[in-house]
């Protein structure tokens, strides 16, 4: 999907503490220039020195001297340690199933930059600057999608990362896929040889969940934003009425999300023919799919305000494992790769995105059901010979069902890896490749609901207001009446993308005081 539209940003800036979400999705769809900031290259330099001069001193430390995960009590001898480097990131480099898109890559990329700039990890500058120098160059390493429980951190996806880092691997940089080294050097970057340490700090962290999951929230927030305008175009088309939405209602229940929608309703509808005509109509209220709209989408919108919170504070964490803190001259092992605060927040995502088209589906089911809608069976004047907007609900409903599978939580389950050594993980990347795909299912139901409001709006010689003036209009700048039959599956997909790239919101923003996601 596409990202929510932004302002014009200069570069992304890495110091290990300031990252925002926005920063990365303009690193990863938009191809925004990175740098370390001087501080942080500072305190790289300084952090590595110190622990430098621990392991000359003979201190035992996990994966620098060590083996891994069941293996810690495996003492590695000095003239070996180089070696323990590359062999950490060949073993673990065995991800299987479909690449990652480019925009996950980049985003996986960033973020363990920034990880690993916050200066526990004990990494030279040299690490990080590889990164960003690849990120700016367009080199992308193949990152299999399957193999992460998420809780060592993302060690499969993120060794595939360094293998390219170091020439090995795969990676595209502009000419397909290839070898990591032939990749580098189309750019002009050299190999990096790594030193001890910095193999594990390259594979220790949560960043591939982080990636995906930043990019499926951003994704959320503008599928959460289109929910409230097809809402409003349905209410118009299903003559229902906006009392529900009158602020005295919400502010007895003052969930900050049912406040927003609540809000956003009443403008959407502001200055509407349709709305005005039926003020005397004998129905007392509408169906709940019209008239809890601010308590079922405002739900969705805390769901998904709670993952960017979490997702702000993930994406500025150090999250490897061992860490170091030189003011203090420790080095302590911990757990700050476990994935459980992503993954957690992912599975509700998840569900979150999946009620918005749940939430949708319902209506367009009221829009083709003549006895609900007042309106020309399935939407179309010629019913029988022709089938309208029949099917495309059948769509509606089977992407629905779907996301029923999807939106069982990945966290809710657990295997113990590295002979009981790792034996709770949270599965939290499974969790935010779900979230994206029920997303992108998300995106296609609501299309179908705009589709059929707008097909519904056509047959009342009333004006709905300015704002559902505006969105129909972009809609049907594109996508025609339907009067004779068609197949509908470009349409469908066509408005699908307008609305991941934020074409419906700027035409109801041009018209009222919506207030987005």
């Known amino acids: 999907m596409s990202a929510k539209s932004h302002h014009i940003r200069k570069g992304v800036a890495v110091d290990g503490n300031s990252l925002t979400l926005g920063d990365v999705v303009h690193a990863a769809r938009s191809g925004a220039k990175v740098s370390l900031s001087r501080s942080a290259r500072v305190r790289l330099s300084s952090s590595r020195k110190s622990l430098e001069d621990l392991v000359k001193n003979g201190k035992t430390i996990y994966a620098i001297n060590t083996g891994v995960g069941e293996l810690v009590d495996v003492r590695i001898p000095p003239d070996e340690l180089k070696a323990l480097q590359i062999n950490l990131l060949r073993s673990h480099a065995c991800g299987v199933g479909e690449r990652y898109p480019a925009e996950v890559v980049r985003a996986m990329m960033l973020l363990r930059a920034n990880a690993l700039a916050k200066g526990y990890s004990g990494v030279r500058p040299d690490v990080v600057e590889m990164l960003l120098d690849m990120l700016n160059a367009g080199v992308h390493p193949s990152i299999p999608r399957q193999g992460s429980v998420g809780a060592s951190g993302d060690l499969v996806m993120l060794a595939h990362l360094g293998l390219a880092i170091i020439g090995e691997g795969e990676a595209d940089a502009g000419a397909g896929f290839e070898p990591g080294a032939d990749a580098l050097r189309r750019k002009k970057l050299k190999p990096l040889t790594l030193e001890p340490k910095e193999a594990i700090s390259l594979i220790n962290g949560t960043q591939a969940m982080g990636a995906v999951g930043v990019l499926a929230t951003e994704d959320a927030a503008m599928l959460a934003d289109n929910a409230q305008i097809a809402a409003a175009m349905s209410l118009e088309a299903l003559k229902g009425t906006s009392s529900a939405f009158d602020l005295k209602i919400s502010k007895v229940r003052p969930h900050k999300g049912q406040l927003r929608v609540s809000s956003n309703m009443m403008t959407l509808l502001e200055g509407s023919e349709i709305m005005v005509s039926h003020h005397d109509c004998p129905r007392v209220q509408d169906a709940y799919s019209l008239r809890c709209i601010p308590q079922v989408i405002g739900a ?9 919170s979490v997702l702000k504070i993930e994406i500025n964490s150090a999250t490897d494992n061992p860490l170091f803190f030189p003011a203090d001259g420790l080095v302590i092992s911990g757990g700050n790769f476990h994935g459980q605060p992503v993954a957690l ?28 809608s007042g309106l020309p069976p399935f939407l179309t004047r010629h019913g029988g010979v022709r089938s309208g907007l029949m099917v495309p609900q059948y769509v509606a409903a089977s992407l629905v069902s779907e996301n029923k599978v999807l939106v069982h939580p990945a966290s809710a389950d657990s295997i113990p890896t590295s002979a009981n050594q790792e034996d709770h993980n949270s599965m939290g990347t499974i969790g935010a490749w779900k979230a994206r795909q029920i997303g992108e299912n998300v995106s296609r139901v609501i299309a179908i609901e705009m589709i059929s409001a707008a097909q519904g709006l056509d047959f009342i010689h009333l004006s709905s207001s300015p704002a559902v003036e505006k969105v129909r209009a972009a809609l049907r700048a594109e996508v025609p009446h339907l009067e004779e039959d068609r197949s509908m599956s470009r349409d469908i997909e066509k408005v699908a993308r307008m609305i991941s790239a934020g074409v419906f919101v700027k035409a109801a923003k041009s018209a009222s005081r919506f207030k987005t996601t």
């Not at 969705?300 to 960017?308: D, G």
């Not at 927040?345 to 003549?370: I, K, Q």
Request: charged share 30%.
């Open 345 to 372: 927040a992912m599975d509700f995502l998840g569900l979150a995105v999946h009620e918005l088209g749940s939430f949708s589906e319902r209506r367009t089911a009221r829009l083709v059901d003549e006895k609900l």
């Open 300 to 308: 969705s919108l805390e769901a998904i305000w709670y993952a960017e």
